[in-house]
């Protein structure tokens, strides 16, 4: 996503075989540090409501945020784990 800022990166990036263009990537793209830092006591939902409130617009209500995490959820087939 290009958020990274410590370490060394190399090599070349593309999106479907095109060079990255950080413009638009970072509008499809994210980047999680691979830390622990989720909490193994929240749901599948409350992750990615937790999720939502620090990537998505806050102008976004809560009814329009549902369903976008709702669809998410279904996008990575995890409506079976969602409340586990």
Partial sequence: AGRKTRGKITGDITVNGHPKEQRSYTKISG??????????DL???????FSSFLRLSQAL???ARTAFIETIIEMLDLVKVAHE
């Fill in 31 to 40: 980047y999680v540090e691979q830390t622990n830092c989720q909490s193994e």
């Fill in 43 to 49: 749901t599948v939902m409350e992750a990615m409501e």
């Fill in 61 to 63: 209500d809560e009814k």
